[in-house]
């Protein structure tokens, strides 16, 4: 008796310590054993790159659990900063979602996939991607000089130009100057999308010059300009340059920032008309500040104010200071003169025009056909320019090849 009582004692104890050691629960208050989920990302692969434009990322996992069956676990994938979001895994544990790369952000992004059982225990699995901007050229500009800049032979010239491109940061760009003439331009200076480029001198003729960018891709984009280095400047003579249009009254913006006057060069060589006098008969006066080259046959706009954002979106090439008291120049509302002087004193091209002349908010123009300087002098040579060039708030041509005038215009 005593000894089947010490069988079920040490019975007892064996029972006690299995379940102190294993932690187990049963229907008789036993604990069971608390171990995690167990979670698995299967795809995608770490440091894989998708691409914005280019489909969805699938993001495939395993989870499981010791006790709880797999679609009673709590579930969560979270992609970046944003909040997790809760999906059920398949009977087997498989675990399947579809992230949209376009609303991703470029560069590495982590994706976390998350679960937690019943006893609270939670385990995450991580993955990092490259996430890349869609396929396609680098967009460039050439921001200096002007499509058109003429220069001296000699001169040096300043270029400068801007890319950018949707997969790869402005720093990686690399970006190369080139001339149809002179071949390779070197020694630019390039740095966060933006590159520089002085050259002492080009030779002569016409140069069409292109900026390069290409993408960690292999991509190129480029975009080119026209310079022209004239061999030798040209003293102008009457007549060589000529008042070819102007705006007297803007509407869109004030006077003081708004006026501006167009010269055409009738002459085959270029004329810098540096240090020339721009002026009327009476105390208006201001010398132009150069160099400032105007090709053969070709125009420059002088304006009251070179700022696009301001002037009324008006492409310029030179500056007058807009005064009426002596200190610049103004066009008046009324009867005024427009003469354009060499530094000698020798006057170039002389205007006069009175209120009937223009309209107010209509740049005036020449017709093409009487850009000399005796015909420009003829009112009726002159009408309302009906041109809208993008940009421009008022109608007019400045720069570009004037309306022609129809017989009831003129």
């Not at 032979?153 to 790869?168: C, I, Y």
């Not at 190369?176 to 002492?200: H, I, T």
């Not at 105390?283 to 009324?312: F, K, Q, R, S």
Request: charged share 20%; with cysteine; proline share 6%.
């Amino acid at each position: 008796m005593v000894r089947r009582a010490e069988h079920s004692i040490a019975a007892a104890r064996l029972i006690i310590a299995c379940c102190a050691l294993a932690g187990c629960v049963n229907d008789s208050g036993i604990k069971r054993v608390n171990a995690p989920p167990t979670v698995e990302i299967t795809a995608p692969a770490p440091a894989e790159v998708f691409r914005q434009g280019a489909g969805l990322l699938l993001l495939t996992g395993l989870v499981g659990d010791s006790f709880d069956d797999a679609p009673a676990l709590i579930v969560t994938v979270a992609v970046a900063d944003a909040a997790p979001v809760a999906v059920t895994p398949d009977a087997d544990g498989a675990v399947s979602v579809e992230v949209d790369v376009d609303l991703l952000a470029v560069g590495p992004v982590t994706l976390t996939l998350s679960a937690t059982d019943s006893d609270d225990e939670t385990t995450t699995d991580t993955v990092t991607v490259e996430i890349g901007g869609p396929l396609g050229v680098p967009t460039v500009e050439i921001t200096l000089p002007s499509d058109g800049a003429v220069y001296l032979l000699g001169a040096p010239v300043a270029f400068r130009g801007h890319g950018a491109d949707l997969s790869t940061p402005p720093d990686d760009l690399v970006f190369s100057w080139s001339s149809s003439l002179d071949g390779a331009l070197e020694e630019a200076v390039s740095a966060d999308g933006d590159s520089a480029l002085f050259v002492d001198a080009l030779s002569v003729g016409a140069h069409t010059i292109t900026l390069s960018a290409e993408d960690g891709d292999g991509e190129i984009g480029s975009d080119s300009i026209t310079v022209l280095i004239a061999e030798e400047d040209v003293i102008a003579e009457p007549g060589d340059l000529v008042f070819s249009e102007m705006m007297v009254n803007p509407e869109a913006v004030e006077d003081e920032v708004g006026e501006w006057v167009e010269l055409y060069n009738t002459s085959g060589s270029s004329i810098d008309v540096g240090s020339y006098n721009f002026r009327d008969d009476d105390v208006d006066a201001w010398i132009l500040e150069g160099p400032l080259l105007v090709g053969p046959h070709d125009y420059v706009v002088l304006c009251a104010n070179l700022d696009l954002a301001t002037n009324g979106g008006v492409p310029c090439d030179g500056w007058f200071f807009r005064d009426s008291t002596g200190a610049g120049l103004a066009l008046a509302n009324g009867e005024d003169e427009l003469v354009l002087a060499r530094p000698d004193g020798v006057e170039i091209d002389w205007l006069h025009y009175d209120s009937n002349w223009y309209t107010t908010g209509i740049g005036l123009g020449l017709d093409p056909s009487y850009l000399t300087g005796a015909d420009n002098d003829d009112p009726t040579r002159w009408c309302n320019q009906v041109t809208q060039l993008e940009g421009v708030a008022e109608l007019g041509t400045p720069g570009q090849v004037n309306d022609t005038c129809t017989a009831g215009e003129m």
